[in-house]
């Protein structure tokens, strides 16, 4: 009887860690299993700073359903991760006055849909292969929190 109860309680344990695993490094972040600096988050989609941005508030947006590809996901889900990132985009700007907030979608490198929000004050903003910004945790902490007080106005 124990044996088996061992058995049990080891594939369990199995696949809990093959599911862990599997998970991508954006589902980590949301399930709180790897820190990130939030920015904003409802029922279904959060958002947080990206860790090598390009522009102080680059801000990225997740659905908390995994998907790897935007365009894989639903009409509905894709026009309501829209309204988020809108949303996360004007309290960006409310909290880092810019020209605009720019949006992108890569996804090159994390098979897990993505928006990149970028605030603007020129064209070359925007753009991925300039180096990108070294701030402090304590900045970037700082930048998370401004833009979450203003998401939750
Ligand atoms: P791409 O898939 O090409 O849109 O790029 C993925 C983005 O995710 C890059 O800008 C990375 O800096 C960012 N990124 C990767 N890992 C993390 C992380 N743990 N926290 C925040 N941003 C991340």
Redesign the pocket.
């Known amino acids: 009887m124990r044996q088996l109860y061992n058995l049990i309680t080891l594939k369990l344990k199995t696949q809990s860690y093959k599911h862990i695993a599997a998970m991508t490094?954006f589902s980590k972040?949301i399930a709180g299993e790897?820190p990130?600096y939030k920015c904003a988050e409802n029922d279904k989609f959060y958002a947080?700073?990206?860790?090598?941005p390009v522009a102080q508030g680059h801000t990225?947006v997740v659905p908390k359903h995994e998907v790897d590809y935007i365009f894989d996901l639903s009409d509905e889900e894709l026009a309501e991760m829209t309204v988020f990132a809108k949303h996360v985009a004007l309290a960006i700007q409310r909290a880092f006055p810019c020209r605009k907030v720019g949006m992108a979608v890569?996804?090159?490198?994390?098979n897990h849909a993505?928006i990149?929000l970028i605030p603007l004050q020129s064209e070359g903003d925007m753009d991925f292969r300039k180096p990108k910004l070294q701030l402090s945790a304590e900045v970037m902490q700082q930048t998370a929190d401004k833009i979450l007080k203003e998401f939750s106005k």
């Open positions: 490094i972040i790897i990130s947080f700073l990206d860790i090598n990225l890569l996804g090159l490198d994390v993505h990149h």
